[in-house]
């Protein structure tokens, strides 16, 4: 069992937990994600490692109530329960000294797995540029935390609200276009937002690196439901990532499954909103 230390809501149905769980903490890399399990019957949520405190013994994740799954995490409270977590699964993101400037993409809740990730390459020395991308100012998380672990910052909402109006891609062209050497550039958030990112590095040649968090259930690889095509071969998300080099990424194919999933998971949730409704009418 892994105790909740802290719950906090980062924006409308966007929580943030601190987990028990030292010796995830002790292991945990920026990069990596876990599958938490609340009880017996509760679904296999795959989530990003948020942040983690080798020294607390905590690791932290962050979550928006989607479907039937999360809207059952996010009904749990501090001092509560969940029954499995299990982590860390994936390959850490390759940090080092030396990687010069490197441009850190979040969109929506995908800024809160970019943050370890930029504090890692701010904590060796390389030059960090984080773009965070929102719909509005009112839903954007974690702005502080991105400033301390940043040399430039760069917001980006949909409505113009906070920030440049625009997309993350908006933000990105102008560090481009300001003559920038940008020598890596990481994106996580929405599919479509990491493919925007992809084909707007495409003609300058910039390494891109996008995390993938397709559908899993066993974080082994066995289930294949993570499976992603990178160039001519099948990775499986689980194992061989969730980060990949995004010019190779299928993203037509892994936007197709996703819908296939996204109905499917709409289906469940209408029926457990259904199955609570009657329980409260006994």
Known sequence: MYKILKKELLSPKVWLYDIEAPQIAKKAQPGQFLIVRTDEEGERIPLTIADF?????????????????????????????????????GKK???EKGMGTVVCIGGGIGVAPIYPIARGMH????????????????ILILEKQ??????????????????????????????????????EVIAIGPVVMMRSV????????????????????????????CRVQVGDEIKFACVDGPEFDGHLVDFKGLMSRQRMYKDMEKIESDHVCKLSTVKGEL
């Open 198 to 225: 992809v084909e707007a590095t495409r003609p300058y040649k910039i390494k891109t690196v996008v995390s993938l968090n397709p559908i899993m259930v066993d974080g082994t690889g066995m289930c294949g439901g």
């Open 53 to 89: 405190d080798r020294a607390k013994g905590t690791v932290s994740i962050v979550f928006q109530e989607v479907g039937a799954g999360t809207e059952v995490l996010g009904q749990l409270n501090e001092g509560d329960d969940i029954l499995d977590v299990v982590a860390p699964l």
């Open 123 to 138: 904590q060796v020395g390389n030059k960090v540029i984080s773009i965070m991308g929102a719909k509005n100012k009112e």
């Open 146 to 183: 991105m400033r301390a672990v940043s040399d430039e910052v760069l917001v980006t909402t949909d409505d113009g609200s906070y920030g440049i109006k625009g997309f993350v891609t908006n933000a990105l062209q102008q560090i481009i276009d300001r003559g920038e050497k940008i020598d």
């Open 93 to 95: 993101t390759h940090i």
